[in-house]
């Protein structure tokens, strides 16, 4: 489950990922433009230690699909995939990291497209409970392995419209320019919808080399 506060980010998400995206291969449509955000789902790091977002955001025209992860210590020698930091009203210092190099997302994302295991479960810290929220979007893997098993370190390398992630024998395949219709080029699948989007968008894809 994913716990989440209440709380003021200085700057906020979306400001520290509006300064980031352009200079990226697949950012191009940010460039001069406002993000909107559009929906946000999050997967689960088993050790409660680190979170992890992603962000379907709208440039202009384009849907630019942006997975992010926060951590409370900068991580030694991911400094090239360090987003921004920003100051956090209850967590103090965060560090956000481009979340296709990070091991935690990595892992997550490798078991919801080969095993179909389900994002987050988000719930609220109100006062000295939690209250369940709904994300604004869904997303389902479509394996079935019975799990995914140990992963090498990742390595992330991005394109005009996507990101490859390669850990160990997987290969996963982050669409970072979204095209809703688009068809699956991989042997396991992850998809989303969103308010607006009742067919499925292709999300990511994952296979064994």
């Given at each position: 489950?994913?716990?989440?506060?209440?709380?003021?980010?200085?700057?906020?998400k979306l400001e520290l990922v509006a300064g980031w995206v352009p200079g990226r291969a697949w950012g191009a449509a940010a460039a001069g433009t406002d993000l909107e955000q559009v929906a946000a789902y999050?997967?689960?790091?088993?050790?409660?230690?680190?979170?992890?977002?992603?962000?379907?955001?709208?440039?202009?025209?384009?849907?630019?699909?942006?997975?992010?992860t926060y951590r409370g210590a900068p991580v030694p020698g991911q400094e090239e995939h360090l987003v921004g930091t920003t100051e956090h009203s209850v967590l103090g210092r965060r560090w956000c990291y481009d979340a296709c190099?990070?091991?935690?997302?990595?892992?997550?994302?490798?078991?919801?497209?080969?095993?179909?295991?389900?994002?987050?479960?988000?719930?609220?810290?109100?006062?000295?409970?939690?209250?369940?929220?709904?994300?604004?979007?869904?997303?389902?893997?479509?394996?079935?392995?019975?799990?995914?098993?140990?992963?090498?370190p990742p390595t992330a390398t991005d394109t005009a419209d996507a990101t490859t992630v390669r850990a160990g024998d997987l290969e996963l395949v982050v669409r970072r320019v979204?095209?809703?219709?688009?068809?699956?080029?991989?042997?396991?699948?992850?998809?989303?919808?969103?308010?607006?989007?009742?067919?499925?968008?292709?999300?990511?894809t994952g296979r064994r080399m």
């Amino acid at each position: 489950m994913a716990i989440i506060y209440r709380a003021t980010l200085r700057p906020s998400k979306l400001e520290l990922v509006a300064g980031w995206v352009p200079g990226r291969a697949w950012g191009a449509a940010a460039a001069g433009t406002d993000l909107e955000q559009v929906a946000a789902y999050r997967f689960d790091d088993p050790a409660g230690e680190v979170g992890a977002e992603t962000f379907v955001l709208r440039a202009g025209d384009t849907l630019l699909h942006v997975p992010l992860t926060y951590r409370g210590a900068p991580v030694p020698g991911q400094e090239e995939h360090l987003v921004g930091t920003t100051e956090h009203s209850v967590l103090g210092r965060r560090w956000c990291y481009d979340a296709c190099a990070d091991p935690v997302y990595v892992a997550a994302l490798a078991a919801a497209v080969l095993s179909g295991a389900p994002q987050a479960e988000e719930l609220v810290v109100v006062g000295d409970r939690h209250e369940r929220r709904d994300p604004t979007a869904h997303v389902t893997g479509s394996g079935s392995a019975a799990g995914v098993g140990p992963l090498g370190p990742p390595t992330a390398t991005d394109t005009a419209d996507a990101t490859t992630v390669r850990a160990g024998d997987l290969e996963l395949v982050v669409r970072r320019v979204l095209t809703p219709g688009a068809p699956a080029d991989g042997d396991a699948t992850l998809t989303g919808t969103w308010a607006g989007q009742g067919d499925p968008v292709l999300l990511a894809t994952g296979r064994r080399m």
